[in-house]
């Protein structure tokens, strides 16, 4: 309805055109949407320290590191990610007590069903990576029914490394290969690196461009070691039970800042901002 005298409007230039809402948030945020990370890997450490400092046994930690897991996921569809990729449980954790692994595989299990909704709704895929064989066959089960009923989503896929090892990775990629190789399939010379690469556990997904690591360690332990080779690492002192949108918008904002050479020269010197490694043909 039109109140006479109310149309402030009249005889004056029509508003500009209000900014994307996407605009707002980089605003009010601070950095450059179009330097957002295509994959963010996050080695979640420190739910011991968490709780040893509470008085509290170590697995409240990790019951207390599912609120940040959930925050992740969420800063992450919501911006609009392509991948993001927990570091749950190596292969080296096999080593702890066994009261603490039962634990982690339990809240592992209950994760899933409670998120599995969420996940649906939000077009999220799910995949767990990792030596999958190793796990119990109740927390495999759950693992394939999340990717089962997530595999038509199209969004962020949302990756769990679990009984996961970085060297284990790269084996198996070198026995899929060689088991190829052994058949006639494959002639070692036609193996190159974005061959190899193809024989990893998740070849679907942009390596990780930002490595996340809580809890002050400056450590890879093992995490996406062929993939990480030119991620941009980020560490915070927070301790993964505490880690919220906060810190992911400090690494994401810190990521935006950065200047990637890929090995090359900067941008405007003449170099390519690429990450291949073959080699061009020079006059010498
Ligand atoms: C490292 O902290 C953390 C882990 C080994 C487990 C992480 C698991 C969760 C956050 C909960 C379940 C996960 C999902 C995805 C639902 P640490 O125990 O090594 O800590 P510390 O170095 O202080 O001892």
Not at 55 to 83: F, K, N, Q, T
Not at 187 to 204: Q, R, T, W
């Amino acid at each position: 309805m039109r109140i006479p005298g109310r149309d402030r409007t009249r005889g004056r230039k029509p508003p500009a055109a209000r900014p994307a809402p996407r605009d707002d948030a980089a605003f009010v945020l601070g950095f450059d949407f179009d330097r957002l990370p295509r994959h963010v890997a996050i080695i979640m450490d420190g739910n011991g320290r968490w709780a040893r400092r509470r008085g509290l046994p170590r697995v409240a930690g990790h019951r207390a590191g599912i609120a940040a897991v959930r925050e992740a996921l969420d800063v992450s569809a919501r911006l609009g990610l392509e991948a993001l990729t927990l570091y749950a449980f190596s292969r080296e954790n096999w080593k702890r007590p066994s009261s603490e692994i039962n634990t982690l595989m339990r809240l592992l299990r209950e994760y899933l069903e409670s998120e599995m909704e969420t996940l649906v709704e939000r077009n999220i895929r799910f995949r767990a990576i990792g030596r999958l064989a190793d796990l119990p066959p109740r927390v495999t089960a759950a693992l394939e029914d999340a990717e089962r009923r997530t595999c038509e989503n199209t969004g962020l896929v949302f990756q769990i490394a679990l009984s996961y090892s970085g060297r284990a990775e790269i084996v198996d990629a070198a026995r899929r290969l060689a088991r190829r190789v052994d058949e006639g399939a494959l002639s070692p010379e036609a193996i190159d690196e974005d061959l190899f690469a193809s024989h990893l556990y998740a070849a679907d997904v942009p390596d990780p461009d930002l490595l996340i690591r809580t809890s002050g360690e400056m450590r890879v332990s093992n995490f996406l070691l062929w993939q990480i080779a030119y991620a941009e690492i980020w560490v915070t002192p927070v301790l993964w039970p505490d880690f919220r949108r906060q810190q992911m918008f400090e690494a994401l904002e810190d990521f935006a800042r950065r200047e990637r050479r890929f090995g090359g020269v900067e941008a405007g010197a003449g170099g390519q901002q690429r990450a291949a490694s073959a080699p061009p043909s020079i006059e010498s």
